[in-house]
């Protein structure tokens, strides 16, 4: 296991992708240091940048090297391996070479431009949207066979968390707007991913809305040690039922 | 410093009482009641360091008491502490520790009745129910004057300095913390509240209601239960205070409740789940303050008209005004908004298309409050730029036609 | 060695393997033929475990290979087109496969010298051309002296004297009792490496048996009319057997 994870590590962290990616992430840390005022608007821009762009990258990516390195995949399943193994090389070596984008790209002009220890939360979901979204890639991945396909597909879970199940989520509330809805709506932010990084980290950098009448609740609940706990366990949930769907599949999966 | 103050008062009590009365030292051991009760009017009372156990100490006649280096009164939890019931009383320089803790009556560290000319100042009140007390009095100064109670419950404490049906009273200087209401005020009209420090009190910083007529100036309330409550009040100057870190459900910079005729000018609001919150109230003018990362600048609800925001700071608020209604008749001009995104062409500074200081999200929470999850998710952000392309929801006449540039600069505080 | 019974394979609707049976004995080198879409290289899959059969059992060494994957040290492989992880290089690579199989230390390099490849260590793969890195994947079939070679058309893109490398070292395994089974489309290929032929269609075994035999039934002597002859029967038969597909 920590053979092939070596050897893909070494393979995708010295490819064109992960050096322009890291790339990338400094570009637009520094431009957003350069351009906002204080620490308070970067924080906010970076988040935008973690819910919007680093779910988004990370699918298409993982689906993109899924494809891309299916013939090294089968001959990994002709060696005398484990088709586990073989499928959480792949995958962690993703995984391992998305965050370190992210904690080089983000973190290090954090480093040097200061920071704030609520950024260190930032980073965190950035990293745990980046394992979601791969997690989901791959899932994608296992289910066709077809490159086009899979892209398909992820880009429509991307879409779907980070857009149409906020609209559904706003309907619901909307249409039941007479009802007590805070359980509800914490029921609801708990089934998309992206919704639930973005309010830990809300709860880190931006609480001023989330002080209102029902905020209070919303913030009682994510403020206290309980309801800290059942988030990260809910995130870190997501984290890992793609993951071992897509592995299932992975292992009966003809090559 | 306190030395300074010190002297200074006695020169200055000196001058206001010159031609009355003897002075009398009382010492450790000795009852101050039986003092006072010797005393002649207008004598002044010395009360060297040390510890004083009483409590209902009564004042019947005009009589300066003094603290030197602030001896310590220890009511032992029993009834008031001081009762004053005279014109011309001034008590200064005293540590005045554990009133009783009666709702009923009210027990507090000072209480005056019927009162004239009082001096209430430098006194360090800790752990007492009320803190300084009046009722039907007038041309009180309460002045640099440190309280505060421990409590850890709302009905466990009283108010700092409390008035009832006062007039012509001077509040300067003080700081309250602790307490149910910092300053609560009722019935109270011509007086000043200035620089006075209010923080961590249980229920509201300053509270009052059917006082017209006063001004507060370069007061600091800070971390209060609720913020500040006033109400059913008008003619009410509130210049370059400051109201800061009310967090919380039902927690505002401040709430106006019925409050008109007045000017609110100079303030900073920072950092509250609302700045101001306004219910009924009119003909009042909002100039030159600064709201900075608050939840709502303002929620200004339908039954407030005619009232004007001109020349103010709007930064970093994640709402900067919200409303129930959407019939709105109050005016919005010159203000600067962080969030404007219009140009201009002619280099006036003021901005050539208007703005919407309500978007459609901020409408949203507040018919459903639970939307407020959605928050800083890229559907609310799309939402709001089709709301701003094509206006349909959001109140038409909540528009600021001539937004600022560039921000006011009202200095360094309100950075 | 290798028992191949009752597999049945399905992609999709089509049927590709349908109740497959084959056995092949240590010390016999096959040549597995059959027209396009026959089924040879879902059989080779299926034995290395990379395609799952839906029902039927394959026994490697005597041993089930259901949710096995030890048996693969036993076996070399060279596949049809290899592809390598672009930024590894040769010899990272060798190293990477000789680190799955702790338990193995004498490597064969017999071939990386042949073919001259342990001067080309430091190049990354990508850099390599199709004929290159046709022979890293022979060298790798052969490195880890396996029983049993399975060589899906392992001369296709080698120039003519790494041919001739790899054919030697074949016939220099195969008398030694290795297991071959080849699969390519040069008859004369098959004819010199292998004694035993296999012929594939529709998914059946259209016939099984030594080159002599095959040349016996066909009544051809040549190796390569004999499997034209194969082809025309086996066309024959088609219509019965397949009404649905053409």
Same mark, same amino acid.
């Given at each position: 296991?920590?053979?092939?994870?070596?050897?893909?590590?070494?393979?995708?962290?010295?490819?064109?992708?992960?050096?322009? @990616?890291?790339?990338?992430?400094?570009?637009?840390?520094?431009?957003?240091?350069?351009?906002?005022?204080?620490?308070?608007?970067?924080?906010?821009?970076?988040?935008?940048?973690?819910?919007?762009?680093?779910?988004?990258?990370?699918?298409?990516?993982?689906?993109?090297?899924?494809?891309?390195?299916?013939?090294?995949?089968?001959?990994?399943?002709?060696?005398?391996?484990?088709?586990?193994?073989?499928?959480?090389?792949?995958?962690?070596?993703?995984?391992?070479?998305?965050?370190?984008?992210?904690?080089?790209?983000?973190?290090?002009?954090?480093?040097?431009?200061?920071?704030?220890?609520?950024?260190?939360?930032?980073?965190?979901?950035?990293?745990?949207?980046?394992?979601?979204?791969?997690?989901?890639?791959?899932?994608?991945?296992?289910?066709?066979?077809?490159?086009?396909?899979?892209?398909?597909?992820?880009?429509?879970?991307?879409? @779907?968390?980070?857009?149409? @199940?906020?609209?559904?989520?706003?309907?619901?509330?909307?249409?039941?707007?007479? @009802?007590?809805?805070?359980?509800?709506?914490?029921?609801?932010?708990?089934?998309?991913?992206?919704?639930?990084?973005?309010?830990?980290?809300?709860?880190?950098?931006?609480?001023?809305?989330?002080?209102?009448?029902?905020?209070?609740?919303?913030?009682?609940?994510?403020?206290?040690?309980?309801?800290?706990?059942?988030?990260?366990?809910?995130?870190?949930?997501?984290?890992?039922?793609?993951?071992?769907?897509?592995?299932?599949?992975?292992?009966?999966?003809?090559? | 410093?306190?030395?300074?103050?010190?002297?200074?008062?006695?020169?200055?009590?000196?001058?206001?009482?010159?031609?009355?009365?003897?002075?009398?030292?009382?010492?450790?051991? +000795?009852?101050?009641?039986?003092?006072?009760?010797?005393? %002649?009017?207008?004598?002044?009372?010395?009360?060297?360091?040390?510890?004083?156990?009483?409590? %209902?100490?009564?004042?019947?006649?005009?009589?300066?008491?003094?603290?030197?280096?602030?001896?310590?009164?220890?009511?032992?939890?029993?009834?008031?502490?001081?009762?004053?019931?005279?014109?011309?009383?001034?008590?200064?320089?005293?540590?005045?520790?554990?009133?009783?803790?009666?709702?009923?009556?009210?027990?507090?560290?000072?209480?005056?009745?019927?009162?004239?000319?009082?001096?209430?100042?430098?006194?360090?009140?800790?752990?007492?129910?009320?803190?300084?007390?009046?009722?039907?009095?007038?041309?009180?100064?309460?002045?640099?004057? +440190?309280?505060?109670?421990?409590?850890?419950?709302?009905? +466990?404490?009283?108010?700092?300095?409390?008035?009832? #049906?006062?007039?012509?009273?001077?509040?300067?200087?003080?700081?309250?913390?602790?307490?149910?209401?910092?300053?609560?005020?009722?019935?109270?009209?011509?007086?000043?509240?200035?620089?006075?420090?209010?923080?961590?009190?249980?229920?509201?910083?300053?509270?009052?209601?059917?006082?017209?007529?006063?001004?507060?100036?370069?007061?600091?309330?800070?971390?209060?239960?609720?913020?500040?409550?006033?109400?059913?009040?008008?003619?009410?100057?509130?210049?370059?205070?400051?109201?800061?870190?009310?967090?919380?459900?039902?927690?505002?910079?401040?709430?106006? #409740?019925?409050?008109?005729?007045?000017?609110?000018?100079?303030?900073?609001?920072?950092?509250?789940?609302?700045?101001?919150?306004?219910?009924?109230?009119?003909?009042?003018?909002?100039?030159?303050?600064?709201?900075?990362?608050?939840?709502?600048?303002?929620?200004?609800?339908?039954?407030?008209?005619?009232?004007?925001?001109?020349?103010?700071?709007?930064?970093?608020?994640?709402?900067?005004?919200?409303?129930?209604?959407?019939?709105?008749?109050?005016?919005?001009?010159?203000?600067?908004?962080? #969030?404007?995104?219009?140009?201009?062409?002619?280099?006036? +500074?003021?901005?050539?298309?208007?703005?919407?200081?309500?978007?459609?999200?901020?409408?949203?929470?507040?018919?459903?409050?639970?939307?407020?999850?959605?928050?800083?998710?890229?559907?609310?952000?799309?939402?709001?730029?089709?709301?701003?392309?094509?206006?349909?929801?959001?109140?038409?006449?909540?528009?600021?036609?001539?937004?600022?540039?560039?921000?006011?600069?009202?200095?360094?505080?309100?950075? | 060695?290798?028992?191949?019974?009752?597999?049945?394979?399905?992609?999709?609707?089509?049927?590709?393997?349908?109740?497959?049976?084959?056995?092949?004995?240590?010390?016999?080198? /096959?040549?597995?033929?059959?027209?396009?879409?026959?089924?040879?290289?879902?059989?080779?899959?299926?034995?290395?475990?990379?395609?799952?059969?839906? &029902?039927?059992?394959?026994?490697? *060494?005597?041993?089930?290979?259901?949710?096995?994957?030890? /048996?693969?040290?036993?076996?070399?492989?060279?596949?049809?087109?290899?592809?390598?992880?672009?930024?590894?290089?040769?010899?990272?690579?060798?190293?990477?496969? *000789?680190?799955?199989?702790?338990?193995?230390?004498?490597?064969?390099?017999?071939?990386?010298?042949?073919?001259?490849?342990?001067?080309?260590?430091?190049?990354?793969?990508?850099?390599?051309?199709?004929?290159?890195? *046709?022979?890293? &994947?022979?060298?790798?079939?052969?490195?880890?002296?396996?029983?049993? /070679?399975?060589?899906?058309?392992?001369?296709?893109?080698?120039?003519?004297?790494?041919?001739?490398?790899?054919?030697?070292?074949?016939?220099?395994?195969?008398?030694?009792?290795?297991?071959?089974?080849?699969?390519?489309?040069?008859?004369?290929?098959?004819?010199?490496?292998?004694?035993?032929?296999? /012929?594939?269609?529709?998914?059946?075994?259209?016939?099984?048996?030594?080159?002599?035999?095959?040349?016996?039934?066909?009544?051809?002597?040549?190796?390569?009319?004999?499997?034209?002859?194969?082809?025309?029967?086996?066309?024959?038969? *088609?219509?019965?057997?397949?009404?649905?597909?053409?």
């Amino acid at each position: 296991m920590f053979k092939l994870l070596k050897y893909s590590l070494y393979d995708i962290v010295k490819s064109r992708f992960a050096i322009l @990616y890291t790339l990338f992430m400094v570009l637009v840390t520094v431009s957003i240091y350069q351009i906002s005022e204080d620490l308070s608007k970067v924080s906010l821009s970076l988040l935008n940048i973690m819910l919007m762009i680093v779910p988004l990258i990370s699918a298409v990516f993982a689906t993109t090297h899924f494809f891309n390195n299916l013939e090294f995949t089968e001959l990994m399943l002709a060696q005398p391996v484990k088709r586990r193994d073989v499928f959480l090389s792949q995958l962690l070596a993703v995984i391992i070479m998305l965050s370190l984008a992210i904690l080089i790209g983000i973190g290090l002009p954090m480093a040097i431009w200061g920071a704030e220890s609520s950024l260190l939360v930032l980073l965190a979901a950035g990293i745990a949207l980046s394992i979601v979204f791969a997690g989901l890639a791959f899932l994608a991945s296992v289910l066709t066979r077809d490159k086009a396909k899979a892209i398909g597909i992820t880009l429509s879970f991307w879409i @779907y968390f980070s857009l149409v @199940y906020d609209g559904l989520v706003l309907y619901v509330i909307y249409s039941f707007a007479d @009802y007590p809805l805070e359980k509800a709506t914490l029921a609801m932010v708990m089934l998309n991913p992206v919704d639930l990084a973005r309010i830990i980290m809300l709860m880190q950098l931006d609480i001023s809305a989330l002080m209102g009448y029902t905020g209070a609740f919303f913030q009682q609940f994510f403020g206290s040690a309980k309801g800290i706990m059942l988030t990260s366990g809910v995130l870190l949930i997501w984290m890992v039922w793609p993951v071992l769907l897509s592995m299932r599949i992975f292992k009966k999966k003809d090559f | 410093m306190k030395a300074i103050i010190f002297i200074w008062t006695l020169a200055l009590l000196g001058v206001i009482f010159p031609v009355f009365g003897n002075t009398l030292q009382i010492k450790p051991g +000795q009852s101050i009641q039986a003092a006072i009760d010797k005393a %002649e009017s207008g004598d002044t009372l010395l009360i060297a360091k040390g510890l004083y156990q009483e409590n %209902e100490i009564t004042i019947r006649k005009p009589l300066t008491l003094i603290g030197q280096d602030f001896p310590v009164i220890d009511g032992q939890n029993k009834g008031n502490i001081i009762l004053v019931a005279a014109a011309q009383v001034n008590i200064v320089g005293l540590e005045l520790i554990n009133t009783g803790f009666s709702n009923m009556e009210d027990s507090a560290a000072i209480k005056f009745f019927d009162s004239d000319e009082a001096t209430v100042e430098n006194n360090r009140l800790n752990n007492t129910f009320f803190g300084i007390h009046f009722s039907n009095s007038k041309n009180m100064r309460i002045r640099g004057n +440190q309280l505060r109670s421990t409590s850890e419950k709302e009905y +466990q404490t009283g108010n700092g300095i409390h008035l009832w #049906k006062c007039h012509h009273a001077t509040i300067e200087n003080n700081f309250v913390t602790g307490h149910r209401d910092g300053i609560y005020l009722e019935f109270v009209t011509n007086s000043t509240a200035i620089k006075n420090l209010i923080e961590d009190n249980k229920r509201y910083g300053l509270h009052f209601m059917f006082s017209h007529d006063n001004s507060y100036v370069e007061n600091t309330f800070k971390k209060n239960g609720a913020g500040v409550s006033v109400m059913y009040t008008r003619n009410v100057l509130m210049k370059d205070n400051i109201f800061e870190d009310n967090w919380g459900p039902g927690s505002y910079g401040i709430l106006l #409740k019925d409050i008109s005729n007045s000017e609110v000018t100079g303030n900073i609001f920072r950092k509250n789940t609302v700045g101001i919150y306004m219910e009924g109230s009119s003909r009042t003018t909002f100039k030159n303050n600064t709201f900075r990362e608050n939840g709502w600048a303002l929620k200004l609800m339908a039954s407030c008209d005619d009232n004007t925001f001109v020349a103010n700071n709007f930064i970093a608020n994640t709402f900067d005004i919200s409303t129930n209604g959407s019939l709105i008749l109050n005016k919005l001009t010159e203000n600067y908004w962080d #969030k404007y995104e219009g140009y201009d062409l002619n280099k006036d +500074q003021i901005g050539d298309i208007p703005y919407r200081p309500i978007n459609l999200y901020s409408v949203i929470v507040e018919k459903i409050p639970a939307a407020v999850m959605l928050w800083r998710s890229f559907l609310i952000g799309l939402l709001d730029r089709i709301e701003k392309a094509i206006p349909s929801i959001t109140p038409e006449n909540m528009v600021d036609n001539s937004p600022k540039l560039r921000p006011y600069d009202f200095g360094k505080q309100h950075l | 060695m290798i028992s191949v019974n009752n597999i049945y394979k399905k992609f999709g609707s089509l049927e590709v393997l349908q109740d497959f049976n084959l056995n092949f004995e240590a010390g016999i080198s /096959y040549a597995m033929m059959g027209p396009n879409g026959s089924g040879k290289t879902t059989l080779i899959k299926t034995i290395l475990g990379m395609v799952i059969p839906d &029902s039927g059992d394959i026994e490697v *060494q005597g041993k089930s290979i259901k949710g096995e994957f030890a /048996y693969r040290a036993n076996i070399g492989y060279m596949p049809q087109i290899g592809r390598y992880p672009g930024n590894i290089k040769i010899g990272q690579l060798f190293r990477m496969m *000789q680190d799955m199989r702790p338990g193995i230390e004498n490597y064969d390099m017999e071939l990386v010298r042949n073919f001259g490849l342990d001067e080309m260590m430091d190049k990354p793969m990508h850099t390599l051309s199709g004929g290159t890195r *046709q022979k890293v &994947s022979a060298c790798l079939a052969f490195m880890f002296h396996p029983v049993i /070679y399975i060589l899906d058309e392992p001369t296709a893109g080698l120039d003519p004297m790494a041919v001739e490398v790899l054919k030697n070292k074949i016939k220099k395994e195969r008398d030694q009792g290795k297991l071959f089974l080849i699969t390519s489309h040069i008859l004369s290929e098959l004819e010199e490496l292998t004694t035993h032929a296999i /012929y594939l269609y529709e998914g059946k075994v259209f016939f099984n048996n030594s080159i002599e035999e095959l040349k016996e039934t066909t009544g051809e002597t040549k190796f390569s009319t004999a499997i034209a002859r194969l082809m025309e029967w086996s066309l024959k038969k *088609q219509p019965q057997k397949k009404p649905n597909h053409v």
